[in-house]
C-alpha cells in the first residue's frame, strides 16, 4: 500500500488508500461515515434486502489500516452508526470487536447526524468536534472558509476519463486548506464532487485523490469529467 503525504494548513498527514487519514506526529488515525449497520437498516425499512455484512466488512477494513499504521488514537468522523439504533442491532461477534479496538487505542466518536448520541457500551469518548493541533474535525463540513477544517458527512465521489474508459471513485477533495473525506463505510454511497454542497466549499478550486486498490490517484478539478 502506497500512502499520499499532503499538507493540510501547515499539518502534515498521509492518506491511505482505503479512505483513512494518518497524522504521524500524534499516530493519529481518522475515518469518516463507517455507517456500521446500515444493511440492517435497510432490511428493517423496506423491501430492499442487502447481504448483512456490512458491518463485519467495515470493521475488517479498519482492523487493516490500524495494523499498518499503528495508531495510538483512532477519532471517528460522526455517522459511525447508520442509525441510533444501530449499537443494538450489532451482532454479539461485531459488539466484541468493536470493544476490542476501543480498548486497544484512543477511540473517539465525533457525533454525526445519523448518529448524535454516541453508542453507550462500546467504550471511546464522545465530542462533537476536535482540534488537532492546526486541524478542526467535525462531522459536517461548516460554513464559510474554515480553515484547517477536516470533516466527512457528504460522500465524495468523482469521475475521470481515462484513455480507456471512464472511471469514478470515491475520493478525499482538498484545497490545501479544508478536506472532506470519503466515506469509509461498505455499504456507503456518493455525492459528486461537482455537487454544489462539495464545491462550494472550495471556491478557488481543489484537487481530488481517489481512491485505489493499492494507492491514491490525484487530479486537479479541471481534469474531472461530467457527473460521478
Known sequence: MTLTPITLNGEALQLTPEGALFRPACRTLVVADLHFE??????AR???LAP???TTATLERIVRVMRRMQPKRVIALGDSFHDVAGPDRLAPAERRR???LTQAVDWV???GNHDPEPPADLGGTSAAEMRLGGLTLRHAPAAGAAVGEIAGHLHPKAAVMTTARRVTGFCFVTDGRRMVMP???AYTGGLDVQAQAIRGLFRKGFR???LGRDRLYAFPMSSLSGRA
Open 46 to 48: 423496506s423491501a430492499r
Open 208 to 210: 481530488v485523490f481517489m
Open 52 to 54: 448483512p455484512y456490512d
Open 98 to 100: 468493536i470493544r476490542a
Open 109 to 111: 466518536w465525533i457525533e
Open 183 to 185: 466515506a469509509f463505510g
Open 38 to 43: 446500515k444493511g440492517s437498516a435497510m432490511a
